[in-house]
């Protein structure tokens, strides 16, 4: 795969323990492009905030974020020669009704979401958290946080596709029950903002944060 090795990224790898706080092999994908050396340690949060406690999918979205890379932070911070930069990500989608939709827990949500979708405009939020440590353990780390959203507009889909769809598996491990970048891409009419946004990371965002740390000085 072609990757950018762009030289701020290089020194990060070089002097920094990367850590992607998620398991999600299209956030894999996405951060390999980068040419960036990074380890994989999945959060252990349960992801079980009270929805109702936000005022906005957004807020919702980035606190998940924040608390993922925080808990993979507080496991292995005092295990490491060097410093260490935390990747944390969450996303949802939200339908046009306000709803916040995220892993269907069976294909019988995954059906009643996606006809829910079905000729509507849903938004798609990504919360992205970065934690970058110090060499000296007694100082507190740096954190930059950020939310991207995209409008994602559906066809019409009537009960074939959606049951054709649902018995794929494909909806099972997908944020609103869809993958744009794979099956969802015949229904999906029209995207407004980030496509790999919808994808699950904000490459985009993502290399904005890191460039906006790198100018900061911490790499």
Do not use: W
């Not at 970065?130 to 353990?137: A, D, E, K, R, Y």
């Not at 494909?170 to 995207?191: H, N, R, T, W």
């Amino acid at each position: 795969m072609d990757c950018l090795r762009l030289p701020f990224i290089k020194s990060l790898a070089s002097n920094y323990r990367v850590v992607l706080a998620s398991g999600s092999p299209r956030r894999k994908e996405l951060l390999d492009r980068l040419g960036i050396s990074y380890e994989v340690i999945p959060s252990d949060f349960a992801e079980d905030l009270d929805k109702s406690q936000f005022a906005t999918a957004a807020d919702y979205v980035l606190e998940n974020a924040t608390i993922k890379a925080h808990e993979v932070y507080r496991r292995i911070n005092d295990q490491t020669q060097k410093p260490v930069l935390i990747i944390g990500a969450d996303t949802v989608v939200v339908n046009a009704a306000g709803a916040i939709l995220e892993k269907p827990g069976s294909a019988q949500d995954a059906t009643s979401t996606l006809r829910s979708l079905s000729g509507k405009t849903n938004t798609v939020y990504t919360g992205v958290c970065l934690i970058v440590g110090s060499s000296n353990q007694s100082e507190s780390p740096v954190v930059e946080k950020a939310v991207e959203s995209t409008e994602v507009r559906f066809g019409d889909l009537d009960d074939s596709i959606i049951d054709a769809y649902v018995a794929t598996g494909e909806p099972m491990d997908k944020a609103g029950s869809y993958a744009y970048q794979s099956l969802a891409c015949f229904f999906v009419e029209e995207i407004r903002g980030d496509y790999y946004n919808v994808v699950g990371f904000p490459c985009a965002r993502f290399y904005q944060m890191l460039l906006a740390l790198h100018r900061q000085g911490h790499f």
